[in-house]
């Protein structure tokens, strides 16, 4: 249990899971409320969508490489990890943006 979990009160927990439930919960809103969320930052969107696509292709031409022989194992496994820790940080800002919230 970490600092945080042991010193915060299991009310203020349960409200706190309560709430990400109710954002994360799909339905009218949740869509109209995403598209509004695009709009209101398309320019990051694009950056991130463009990102995410990059880190997809290098991570498709790593594995390529790996399976041609390009590339030795210790290569691949030094990058494969980077690759991956970039892509999800990149996924994390989408659902970010898409609950309006900033979880890690």
């Known amino acids: 249990m970490s600092d945080r979990e042991s010193t915060s009160d299991p009310a203020e927990i349960k409200e706190t899971l309560d709430d990400l439930v109710q954002k994360l919960e799909q339905g ?45 194992s210790g290569e691949f496994e030094e990058k494969y990890p980077k690759l991956q820790d ?3 940080e990149l996924e994390t800002a989408i659902y970010n943006m898409r609950l309006g919230t900033d979880i890690k």
């Open 86 to 88: 970039e892509l999800t």
């Open 28 to 72: 009218a809103t949740s869509s109209s409320s995403w598209n509004e969320s695009l709009n209101e930052n398309k320019e990051e969107w694009e950056q991130l969508k463009n990102k995410i696509q990059q880190c997809q292709r290098a991570l498709k031409q790593l594995v390529t490489d790996k399976k041609a022989g390009l590339i030795g």
